[in-house]
Nanobody, 128 residues
Framework: QVQLVESGGGLVQAGGSLRLSCAASGRTFSRFPFSEHALGWFRQLPGKEREFVAA????????PYADSVKGRFTISRDNAENTVYLQMDNLKPEDTAVYYC????????????????WGQGTQVTVSS
């Protein structure tokens, strides 16, 4: 089992920044270390499908991004702290959503089908 807990969401003005964190824990990591899991961030608006934002591989430092956030968001991981981050700069009102982190041991979470574990989400609201 894996538990993912997001934090760092909140209300920010357009042009501002936020840093989301997602702390991972669980018995799974005793057998398959956190460093062996690929991680991702998704976001969702009410009534809309959950959409991919960014992902980071367990090896090779692959970091794909959605076109809408390229150049503004940066995903990173700290394997010693079992944590994945999403630095969000130059935020826009259209970035407003609930942000979820995801983990998968075998696949890079670039779609919702490629994520075995999910956090509970954190709200990000960007005012104009």
């Amino acid at each position: 089992q894996v538990q993912l807990v997001e934090s760092g969401g909140g209300l920010v003005q357009a042009g501002g920044s936020l840093r989301l964190s997602c702390a991972a824990s669980g018995r799974t990591f005793s057998r398959f270390p956190f460093s062996e899991h690929a991680l991702g961030w998704f976001r969702q608006l009410p009534g809309k499908e959950r959409e991919f934002v960014a992902a980071i591989s367990s090896r090779d430092n692959l970091t794909p991004y959605a076109d809408s956030v390229k150049g503004r968001f940066t995903i990173s991981r700290d394997n010693a702290e079992n944590t994945v981050y999403l630095q969000m700069d130059n935020l826009k009102p259209e970035d407003t959503a609930v942000y979820y982190c995801a983990a998968d041991r075998l696949r890079l979470p670039t779609t919702t089908n490629y994520a075995d574990y999910w956090g509970q989400g954190t709200q990000v609201t960007v005012s104009s």
